[in-house]
């Protein structure tokens, strides 16, 4: 055990030796394996990064989630120009789904309102705000919470009554350090009391917030906007009932629109139907192959790294021939010459990936700083990825030039070194 102590001291020593002595080629050799390492962590902290972030902001909602509107999240058969024609789902049909679809837990209708609106408050105004205009139930649905106040009931929904439930950020706009509940706005040119302040969400790079959204009832946005094709995108948000059969859920949620929108059998649906585990599904996707773009790209740096690891062993062999024969006339054994140069190799190796680690950690640092609340993530389990890659690339390179020292005579490596 004593020896082989003694053998990764004496090649640590060497491989700091080899850095030092040696400078220009070891850092020429290095190089390679760092930017790799670099390229390799930075990419799958990129990935683990955007996935965190898009898969926080979609947290708030069940993943049994079902989004049913004239568009699609993914790639679908139908033509563009096709879908381009269906007609929109309708307050009735969120209305007949909420009587008649089994298996139900919430169902709401939603009115995505495009290009924000501005909020007025006496003298001061917030614009640009994503309006929600939304059916009561969407508060359980998406699990929002309240700082202040509360959200609208079912009699104000269905009323369209004149209520505001305002984001963070919205709220400090209007009414800085208070909460403005019970005071009066103006949104779409109508007077409408202020009854809830959401919790701050923080700002996402991919993804929107909260907290520069305000909430009304959509009956209330309805008497604005009516349902003008393009004006507005309204959509049903609905979660089965927990336990609930998913596929099943989803065949009757179609067939009971196909009865109300009176499609023939054999006709395709006029609308489609999103499963937000689709949505997941997709993300998790599109990252795995961001991932293999990043590694295809990182593994050419690699390789250039590998043949720089083996060109600075070849060298140390032909530098160290002497005393590789001094070693084994001494009765040194072949594994002995062979462990030492591996041992170097992925010293050296591992020096390079340290370093492709530190710039990693340092542009995570300088990203987080210039990005807002968004969190670039180098994990602990990244960084062992990239020490063991590091560590394998040392040990793929270093194996040839390990085994010709390890096969050196000694007589003639002495007589070479000489």
């Given at each position: 055990?004593?020896?082989y102590?003694?053998v990764?001291?004496?090649?640590?020593?060497?491989?700091?030796?080899?850095?030092?002595?040696?400078?220009?080629?070891?850092?020429?050799s290095?190089?390679?394996?760092?930017?790799g390492?670099?390229?390799?962590?930075?990419v799958?902290?990129?990935?683990?990064?955007?996935?965190?972030?898009?898969?926080?902001?979609?947290?708030?909602?069940?993943?049994?989630?079902?989004i049913?509107?004239?568009?699609?999240?993914?790639?679908?058969?139908?033509?563009?120009?096709?879908?381009?024609?269906?007609?929109?789902?309708?307050?009735?049909e969120?209305?007949?789904?909420?009587?008649?679809?089994?298996?139900?837990?919430?169902?709401?209708?939603?009115?995505?309102i495009?290009?924000?609106?501005?909020?007025?408050?006496?003298?001061?105004t917030?614009?640009?705000?994503?309006?929600?205009?939304?059916?009561?139930?969407?508060?359980?649905?998406?699990?929002?919470?309240?700082?202040?106040?509360?959200?609208?009931?079912?009699?104000e929904?269905?009323?369209?009554?004149?209520?505001?439930?305002?984001?963070?950020?919205?709220?400090q706009?209007?009414?800085?350090?208070?909460?403005?509940?019970?005071?009066?706005?103006?949104?779409?040119?109508?007077?409408?009391?202020?009854?809830?302040?959401?919790?701050?969400?923080?700002?996402?790079?991919?993804?929107?917030?909260?907290?520069?959204?305000?909430?009304?009832?959509?009956?209330?946005?309805?008497?604005v906007?009516?349902?003008?094709?393009?004006?507005v995108?309204?959509?049903?948000?609905?979660?089965?009932?927990?336990?609930?059969?998913?596929?099943?859920?989803?065949?009757?949620?179609?067939?009971?629109?196909?009865?109300?929108?009176?499609?023939?059998?054999?006709?395709?649906?006029?609308?489609?139907?999103?499963?937000?585990?689709?949505?997941t599904?997709?993300?998790d996707?599109?990252?795995?192959?961001?991932?293999?773009?990043?590694?295809?790209?990182?593994?050419?740096?690699?390789?250039v790294?590998?043949?720089?690891?083996?060109?600075?062993?070849?060298?140390?062999?032909?530098?160290?021939?002497?005393?590789?024969?001094?070693?084994?006339?001494?009765?040194?054994?072949?594994?002995?010459?062979?462990?030492?140069?591996?041992?170097?190799?992925?010293?050296?190796?591992?020096?390079?990936?340290l370093?492709?680690?530190?710039?990693v950690?340092?542009?995570?640092?300088?990203?987080?700083?210039?990005?807002?609340?968004?969190?670039?993530?180098?994990?602990?389990?990244?960084?062992?990825?990239?020490?063991?890659?590091?560590?394998?690339?040392?040990?793929?390179?270093?194996?040839?030039?390990?085994?010709?020292?390890s096969?050196?005579?000694?007589?003639?490596?002495?007589?070479?070194?000489m």
């Amino acid at each position: 055990m004593l020896i082989y102590l003694r053998v990764l001291k004496e090649s640590f020593n060497f491989a700091i030796s080899a850095l030092t002595n040696n400078k220009l080629r070891t850092f020429l050799s290095l190089l390679g394996v760092t930017i790799g390492i670099f390229s390799i962590i930075a990419v799958l902290a990129a990935v683990d990064s955007l996935k965190k972030d898009i898969t926080g902001s979609l947290s708030s909602l069940d993943n049994s989630t079902v989004i049913v509107m004239r568009f699609n999240f993914g790639p679908s058969d139908v033509p563009r120009w096709k879908s381009q024609q269906f007609p929109d789902v309708t307050y009735e049909e969120y209305q007949n789904l909420k009587k008649s679809l089994p298996d139900l837990d919430e169902i709401s209708f939603v009115l995505g309102i495009p290009g924000g609106a501005a909020i007025k408050y006496q003298d001061v105004t917030s614009s640009g705000v994503d309006i929600g205009a939304v059916t009561h139930e969407y508060y359980d649905i998406e699990a929002m919470e309240l700082e202040e106040g509360r959200f609208f009931n079912e009699s104000e929904s269905v009323s369209g009554s004149g209520v505001v439930v305002l984001g963070h950020e919205v709220a400090q706009t209007l009414f800085g350090g208070s909460n403005g509940i019970g005071e009066e706005v103006r949104i779409f040119g109508r007077r409408a009391t202020v009854i809830g302040v959401l919790k701050k969400q923080g700002q996402s790079l991919f993804t929107g917030s909260r907290d520069g959204q305000a909430f009304v009832p959509a009956n209330f946005a309805r008497l604005v906007y009516g349902t003008t094709k393009g004006m507005v995108f309204p959509q049903l948000v609905m979660k089965p009932e927990s336990g609930a059969d998913s596929d099943e859920f989803i065949a009757l949620l179609e067939q009971n629109l196909r009865n109300m929108r009176g499609i023939k059998p054999g006709e395709i649906n006029n609308f489609f139907v999103n499963e937000l585990k689709g949505l997941t599904e997709f993300v998790d996707n599109i990252t795995g192959q961001l991932n293999v773009i990043g590694l295809v790209i990182s593994g050419f740096s690699l390789l250039v790294g590998g043949f720089g690891i083996a060109n600075i062993m070849f060298v140390s062999v032909k530098e160290r021939t002497n005393l590789i024969g001094i070693q084994k006339s001494l009765g040194a054994k072949n594994k002995f010459i062979l462990s030492q140069f591996l041992f170097e190799a992925v010293i050296l190796s591992v020096i390079g990936g340290l370093v492709g680690l530190f710039f990693v950690w340092l542009v995570s640092i300088v990203a987080s700083q210039f990005t807002g609340d968004f969190e670039f993530v180098l994990s602990p389990y990244n960084m062992f990825i990239g020490t063991l890659v590091s560590a394998v690339i040392g040990l793929v390179s270093g194996i040839i030039p390990a085994m010709s020292a390890s096969k050196l005579d000694p007589v003639e490596a002495i007589r070479t070194g000489m």
